[in-house]
């Protein structure tokens, strides 16, 4: 996990080749969420980012996520 101010982020996990990693790494403009995105699967695999929100805390993102890896993990 990298949290170094409010609104930037990285949380990355990997299994194998299997990636999930949810950033605020400026890329993607055409998503909705911009600049929140996730790699899901694979680098390639870019997706909105449905999970964190930009206005939450930084307490209220890091419970987000792992949830939602959880959740991810069960299937």
Same mark, same amino acid.
């Given at each position: 996990? @990298?949290?170094?101010?409010?609104? =930037?982020?990285? $949380? &990355?996990?990997?299994? =194998? /080749? @299997?990636?999930? @990693?949810?950033?605020?790494?400026? &890329?993607?403009?055409?998503?909705?969420?911009?600049? @929140? &995105?996730?790699?899901?699967?694979?680098?390639?695999?870019?997706?909105? /980012?449905?999970?964190?929100?930009? /206005?939450?805390?930084?307490?209220?993102?890091?419970?987000?996520?792992?949830? $939602?890896?959880?959740? =991810?993990? /069960? =299937?």
């Amino acid at each position: 996990m @990298r949290y170094p101010v409010e609104a =930037k982020y990285s $949380f &990355h996990w990997q299994l =194998k /080749d @299997r990636i999930l @990693r949810i950033d605020t790494a400026p &890329h993607h403009r055409n998503l909705s969420t911009y600049p @929140r &995105h996730m790699h899901i699967g694979k680098e390639e695999h870019v997706a909105e /980012d449905t999970v964190t929100k930009i /206005d939450s805390t930084i307490e209220e993102n890091m419970k987000c996520v792992p949830q $939602f890896v959880r959740g =991810k993990l /069960d =299937k």
